[in-house]
């Protein structure tokens, strides 16, 4: 799995002022720091208007920044993350268009079922009390072998890959362009990169956290609850 920061437009400095323009005023960096590092330092009183805007969800001054991100990760991944539509722009490759070898996502174990609640996975423990076949991912191998032994001879038979496609399972690696407002992928991180939510999808949410923090410190700390 792999996320990609491609683009990004806008500043913590953007945020500031996009609040400021309320009152007709602007502020400035504090000092600016050299080429190559973060645009500069703000002000101690435009860190507190960030702080006091998240804080009181006043959230249109953070939608004037966005991140663009180009993602890798298996479709029922995507497919949970797909559901966060408000602020966000989402770009797929499509197998009605490209019909080249699948690839699929492999996991370094095998969580075991949690007993507590209806979904998810108890991330403490493994499947060691199964048959070692499962426990290692074996019977995956197997299922995505044959199909994507099958995949391609639909395709060699002149089926149309937007229906040879239907036979791949949902650990096919997939990708996508993901664009938003710097809120809206706050708000994504704040849902997904919680204990609760599944791991694989929650790995993807933590490396979107990580560009995010580095392309706006200050909002993205007090966005995340982080003061």
């Known amino acids: 799995m792999k996320v990609t920061l491609i683009d990004k437009m806008g500043s913590d400095l953007t945020v500031v002022n996009a609040a400021r323009v309320s009152f007709a005023k602007e502020s400035d960096w504090e000092t600016i720091t050299p080429a ?18 998240a804080k009181h969800n006043h959230w249109s001054p953070f939608a004037h920044c966005s991140l663009q991100f180009r993602i890798k990760a298996p479709i029922f991944v995507a497919r949970q993350l797909v559901k966060h539509q408000v602020g966000l722009s989402w770009n797929e490759i499509s197998r009605r268009y490209v ?6 996502y492999d996991p370094d174990i095998w969580r075991a079922r949690a007993e507590d ?5 108890d991330e403490d423990s493994n499947v060691e009390w199964i048959d070692r076949d499962t426990r ?12 994507k032994q099958n995949y391609k001879k639909m395709l060699d038979a002149g089926v149309a ?41 929650r790995i993807i949410a933590d490396m979107i956290d990580e560009l995010a923090e580095e392309s706006f410190p200050i909002s993205w700390k007090y966005l995340q609850n982080r003061d």
């Open 161 to 201: 890959p937007e229906q040879a496609r239907m036979i791949l399972p949902q650990s096919m690696n997939t990708e996508w362009y993901w664009s938003g407002t710097l809120y809206a992928f706050a708000r994504v991180c704040n849902l997904r990169c919680k204990k609760d939510t599944q791991l694989e999808s």
């Open 36 to 53: 190559g590092k973060m645009p500069g330092i703000l002000k101690d009183s435009d860190e507190k208007l960030i702080r006091f805007l």
């Open 117 to 121: 609640k209806k979904q998810g996975s």
């Open 99 to 104: 019909d080249y070898e699948p690839d699929f």
């Open 136 to 147: 290692t991912g074996r019977l995956h191998v197997e299922v995505y072998e044959l199909a």
